[in-house]
Every structure is written in C-alpha cells, then in structure tokens.
C-alpha cells in the first residue's frame, strides 16, 4: 500500500519507520508544549495523509514515554480516516500527578500505524444469536 504524505512542515523529518520490520510511523511534534499535571493538548504533527480506502490509521502512543513519564493519548488509538485530509493532531495527556511534560519540536510524539479495514453490511435484527460468551461484559471471565 502506497501512503502519500504532505509535509506541512517542511523542517521537520517525514514519518518514518525505526527500524525495517517496525509496525508504526514515527511522527514528530510540529510545536514545542508544555503538558501541566492532568492537562490535555492536541500535538500538530506537521503532516497530512492520504490513506487508500480499505485502510485506516491509527495513531498510538509511544511506549517509552508512557513508562517515563506517564504521557499517553486521551482517545488511544486516534483514528484517521481514509477521507480525511487535514493535519494529524495527537491528543496527548499527562497522567504524571506532579511533573509537567515538556514536548519539544522535533521529539517523536507517536506513532502511525496504517492497517486494512472492513466496511461492515450493517441487519438489523429481532434478536442476536446465541454464543457462548452471550451478554458477560467485565469481568465475566472471573478475573
């Protein structure tokens, strides 16, 4: 699958992939943000995609910020739709309970993970099969 991308930024590096059988796209924060204690912001990453239909993105975390500093995505993963052309904005939260984060420009933000998708045929119907799980929601599994 070909992903075309347009540089919104021209100074910084074009999304790549770290290493050659990696899953995700690094993408690059376009601004420098400081995230207070609970606080919320949207990143611009400094680019645009054109994804294929039959294909989606979706934008995940980085784990070793994660782990270091409790920064993690409000609506993980953010979905990009294969319509959609506008810059890709990571929504980022600092979960850390003391220390502001401090996003640089140029830091990697997240990740893009680009993968196949199905259109569903929605029926509706009267009642739902029958399954062995059935309605069990949390914790119906005993653990």
């Not at 294909?55 to 993690?72: C, D, H, I, N, P």
């Not at 953010?78 to 996003?103: C, F, M, Q, T, W």
């Not at 420009?105 to 045929?121: H, M, N, S, W, Y």
């Amino acid at each position: 699958m070909k992903l075309r991308i347009k540089r919104l930024d021209p100074g910084l590096p074009a999304p790549e992939y770290a290493r050659p059988d990696d899953a995700g796209l690094d993408l690059y924060a376009a601004e420098s943000i400081e995230v207070k204690p609970g606080e919320r912001a949207a990143v611009p990453s400094g680019i645009a995609v054109a994804i294929e239909p039959g294909y989606a993105g979706f934008v995940q975390a980085r784990s070793g910020r994660a782990l270091r500093e409790g920064l993690a995505l409000v609506n993980a993963p953010g979905l990009i739709d294969s319509g959609y052309r506008g810059e890709i904005k990571v929504i980022v939260v600092n979960l850390d309970a003391d220390e502001p984060i401090h996003i640089e420009r140029g830091e990697k933000i997240a990740q893009l993970v680009v993968q196949p998708v199905v259109t569903a045929e929605l029926e509706e119907v009267a009642e739902l099969p029958d399954s062995e799980r059935g309605s069990g929601g949390f914790g119906s599994t005993g653990r």
